[in-house]
């Protein structure tokens, strides 16, 4: 075969991926159904975060549609359906697909994507406030399940999220720490700079919530932390201060022998998974043993158990899931039957999927071809005037003019290659 | 609609950061710092409008004009070595523009909340073209209209002396320099006029997506930067533009729809495109075999 044939045959085949990939007709004659679509990373680095989203979501739909679908606006009972997309943890697919979603389906709403830096960049596609039409943003609500980082939902009246309040969390998991470690008096700690999510948290919520609750950092404080939140947070991450990586690191003997040289009480690991792993493994190998351990929300996942659950042992993590009522039970198994975990990031998908049926019903979507704009903003209109909803581990509260949630949580600690719930404040 | 404008308008930004790649790589040098000027060119367009309340059109130009100086301070030491080593010296740059980012907070209050560049949390609220009422279309207009332009002062600069020059130098330094071409000036030249076109793109990019952070450049846009002009090849400006409409239009979101597979796929059409066209996709041959086709199609 002559190298033009090749060549004729690699573009020809080029062409046809993009004509059926372009060429979708873009809504799908059908009967009604209530279409919605997720998005996250499914490849790269973070692709866990996109897998255990749709596993979840998967099962999400599934028991929505066995329990007879969703009530429309006429009284018809029709069934839910998702899309799943890979928009990899980048603000550029982010954007891209939910420009895709709005435009070329009839999705009601979006769910994703699961990166913090992806939902902030593309939530500011969308319009800031609700009939500018000065504001030419895309008009599409979303409700996002993973993306945690704080305050980001309040970008746009569009979008929403269903993350867990992490100032709440630790400020009642320091709390009680106190009460089980009343000797314990200084800490110390690092975090993954590169990433916004860990490294605020630990310098804007983490430090300032340990020193509320007595727990001082080693060397006679940090200069300008208060005990309130966000105070003196950047001199938290000072050099002479914390000690701290980047997710990209493999090599963290310098930042454990800062951790083993502090000999502090409370050691904090504020990062995700990953580097959360080489860190505490390199903590071990170097025979660190503080009195407590405290890791990031994110880290309260398979994947931390999965990498070193020997050297995460005795890690105390507040998390918005765990499966301790029959339905987080419930769906912790479905979710591992398809192929993903459930965790306190990819459970708001179950969680999201049942409030868009609540939200179809009580606003009477209609979900057909001619009402699309309108139903999408009745679903809009429907989260936004939702003043709580039921979670799998109890109510969950709205922030309306935030677009963000108050959800319950418990404290897990690391034992035996599993998460146990060693408190539960709810 | 909005889906296809946006990738229209992605592809747009690409296409200048490839340009700002092929430009330099003309004189032959290679050079992964054009995400640092792409980065300079996003957040200065994004603070004259966001803090200063600049229209578009002066930020984008001053954000390409500091761009432009930085890459022409950079090119003077990173010039005095070439190849391998240049490549690690603008890999450099790149890392230490995206780290100043990554570090530059400075947050001004606007209408109740507070705007600008906020380090880690990157810079939100550049909303010029939605908050002003502009369409996806007119948006996309005014991408490619920059675009159109960029590229036809590029396809007249090689076909005018200057381009001779600059190729000159980039065939054979030695044989360029014995006929009394300035390598230096020529070489530096080249790397401003790439950190003009990289801060246009940059600026345009910040502006449609609303919100960069020092994630966006990384070494990997710089890879695309240098990938556009090598995929496309190096005998017309159009090259550039084809490879970015392979890479952004068929690759990353034609075969979204394979799921998992689709940076399998991504990195075996790549190997296939570079192995069947090693002299680019759009090379000397494929414009001459698509000018007769055009002469034959006029007289037919």
């Known amino acids: 075969m002559s190298k033009t044939s090749i060549s004729i045959i690699t573009l020809a085949g080029v062409a046809a991926a993009t004509l059926i990939a372009f060429g979708q007709p873009a809504f799908a004659a059908s009967e009604r159904t209530v279409k919605i679509a997720g998005w996250g990373a499914k490849s790269g680095p973070l692709r866990s975060f996109g897998v255990n989203s749709e596993a979840v979501l998967t099962a999400a739909v599934k028991s929505i549609n066995d329990a007879g679908g969703v009530k429309l606006g006429d009284g018809t009972m029709v069934p839910m359906e998702f899309t799943y997309y890979d928009s990899a943890c980048n603000a550029d697919q982010a954007i891209s697909v939910a420009r895709k979603v709005e435009s070329q389906t009839d999705a009601l709403i979006g769910i994703g994507p699961t990166c913090s830096g992806a939902a902030a960049a593309m939530y500011g596609i969308f319009q800031k406030t609700v009939d500018d039409a000065s504001d030419t943003g895309l008009q599409f609500p979303i409700l996002t399940d993973t993306a945690i980082r704080p305050g980001l939902a309040k970008k746009s009246q569009w979008t929403f999220r269903n993350v867990p309040n992490e100032i709440t969390m630790y400020d009642e998991l320091f709390s009680w720490l106190r009460t089980q470690y009343p000797d314990a008096k200084t800490i110390y700690g690092g975090t993954e700079t590169d990433q916004a999510h860990s490294k605020l948290t630990f310098a804007i919520v983490i430090v300032p919530l340990a020193k509320k609750h007595g727990f001082e950092w080693v060397g006679g404080g940090i200069e300008g932390v208060t005990g309130k939140v966000r105070d003196g947070y950047e001199n938290v991450l000072e050099v002479s201060k914390s000690s701290n990586w980047l997710m990209a690191d493999t090599n963290f003997s310098v930042q454990a022998r800062a951790f083993k040289k502090s000999g502090a009480d409370m050691m904090i690991v504020s990062s995700h998974p990953f580097t959360t792993c080489g860190m505490l493994k390199e903590m071990k190998r170097q025979r660190i043993n503080p009195k407590v351990l405290v890791g990031l929300t994110s880290s309260s996942s398979a994947e931390t158990l999965k990498g070193c659950a020997d050297a995460a042992e005795g890690m105390y993590i507040p998390t918005g899931f765990a499966p301790i009522t029959d339905a987080a039970a419930a769906v912790a198994s479905a979710a591992q039957a398809n192929g993903g975990f459930a965790d306190l990031h990819s459970a708001a998908a179950w969680e999201n999927a049942h409030i868009i049926k609540q939200v179809v019903e009580s606003m009477g979507v209609m979900a057909k071809p001619d009402t699309l704009q309108a139903d999408r903003r009745k679903v809009r209109d429907g989260l936004e005037a939702l003043v709580s909803v039921n979670g799998l581990m109890g109510e969950i509260g709205r922030v309306q003019d935030e677009g963000e949630s108050v959800k319950p949580f418990v404290f897990v600690q690391a034992e035996g290659g599993s998460w146990e719930v060693v408190h539960d404040p709810r | ?300």
């Open chain 2, 1 to 300: 609609m909005s889906y296809y404008l946006g990738l229209v308008q992605l592809i747009g930004i690409h296409t200048l950061l490839g340009l700002s790649a092929y430009v330099l790589m003309l004189t032959g040098q290679l050079s992964l710092g054009q995400a640092g000027f792409f980065a300079i060119g996003a957040y200065s367009a994004g603070i004259l409008t966001v803090i200063f309340e600049l229209p578009i059109l002066p930020a984008l130009l001053v954000g390409a004009c500091i761009a432009a100086f930085f890459a022409f301070l950079v090119g003077f030491p990173a010039l005095r070595v070439k190849g391998l080593m240049l490549v690690v010296a603008t890999i450099a740059f790149g890392e230490f523009v995206r780290l100043f980012f990554f570090n530059l907070s400075w947050r001004v209050p606007r209408d109740g909340i507070e705007v600008g560049p906020d380090s880690t949390n990157g810079f939100r609220e550049i909303r010029y073209f939605v908050a002003n009422g502009w369409s996806a279309w007119e948006i996309t207009t005014f991408v490619w209209v920059f675009v159109i332009l960029v590229m036809v002062a590029l396809w007249w600069m090689d076909r005018s002396r200057a381009g001779a020059v600059l190729r000159a130098v980039g065939e054979d330094e030695l044989a360029a320099q014995s006929v009394g071409i300035n390598l230096t000036a020529v070489k530096v030249t080249a790397m401003t006029a790439g950190g003009f076109i990289a801060g246009i793109g940059g600026a345009l990019y910040a502006h449609t997506a609303t919100y960069v952070d020092h994630l966006t450049f990384t070494v990997l846009l710089a890879t695309f930067a240098i990938s556009y002009p090598i995929l496309g090849g190096l005998s017309s400006v159009i090259g550039t533009l084809v490879a970015v409409i392979f890479i952004q239009g068929v690759l990353v979101e034609g075969l979204r729809f394979l799921g998992d597979w689709r940076n399998i796929v991504f990195g075996l059409l790549i190997i296939a495109a570079m192995n069947l066209k090693p002299s680019g996709l759009f090379d000397a041959r494929t414009a001459r075999i698509l000018k007769r086709a055009a002469s034959l199609g006029r007289r037919g």
